[in-house]
């Protein structure tokens, strides 16, 4: 099993649909990272949480919201989803004491009709 | 706030020739550089990172990278490329301690052609 497991990994919605995009990981890593990816941008970052109870916006945070259900879980939901919310989009984890950079799961595609 | 710049959005070498994929940061305050890479329909896999030391950094499937902290660049090279090299490449900063939060470049389309 891969170690950040991201479901569904393609999902196509209509607008105003409220859509949650979940993520699960095996490291045993206490943060995690939701990013957006679109093609000549890099990634963006939306939310990251450094632990359950530690939750923060990153640079584009508008229109998504996030649960941190258990250290190993952590959810991005589009309340009303909108087409330019179409992305690929990213989970990310990383260890606070040991290791550095991120470990990502394969990604999310969403296409918002 | 560190921000990076990946100098090319794509790069087209033929087989068995040398890559030199190029970053550049801003930073205030020391940090630890990666080099990511993203084969289609996949996410990002850790190709190196330089975090102290040896200024030349030795990653995965034969690439390098050398920080030079004068011109802020940390430059990702490979002497001789495959056709499986296709894949888009990313750089990214974090400033040391304790946070280590990413900032990511914007890709650079490494094709490989035969």
């Known amino acids: 099993d891969a170690d950040v497991t991201q479901t569904p990994r393609n999902r196509i919605t209509k607008t105003g649909k409220r859509i949650m995009l979940e993520c699960s990981q095996t490291?045993?890593?206490?943060?995690m990272y939701w990013y957006r990816q679109d093609p000549g941008l890099g990634l963006q970052l939306i939310y990251y949480s450094f632990d359950v109870k530690d939750i923060n916006k990153g640079e584009i945070s508008d229109g998504y919201s996030v649960s941190r259900q258990a250290q190993a879980k952590f959810s991005l939901s589009l309340e009303s989803a909108i087409p330019n919310q179409t992305a690929l989009y990213f989970c990310a984890t990383s260890d606070s004491q040991r290791g550095y950079g991120y470990t990502f799961g394969s990604g999310t595609r969403l296409t918002v009709v | 706030a560190q921000s990076v710049t990946q100098l090319d959005s794509q790069v087209p070498v033929f087989e068995e020739a040398p890559v030199e994929l190029r970053c550049n940061y801003s930073?205030?305050?020391?940090?630890?550089l990666f080099w990511y890479v993203q084969y289609p329909n996949q996410g990002l896999q850790l190709l190196l990172k330089y975090l102290s030391g040896s200024t030349l950094v030795k990653g995965i499937n034969g690439f390098e990278a050398e920080f030079n902290k004068s011109q802020t660049s940390f430059h990702l090279r490979k002497p001789s490329v495959h056709i499986s090299d296709t894949a888009e490449y990313f750089c990214a900063v974090s400033e040391s301690g304790s946070a280590r939060q990413l900032t990511f470049g914007s890709g650079t389309q490494l094709t490989v052609l035969p």
């Open positions: 490291k045993g890593h206490d943060r």
């Open positions: 930073s205030s305050v020391s940090v630890y």
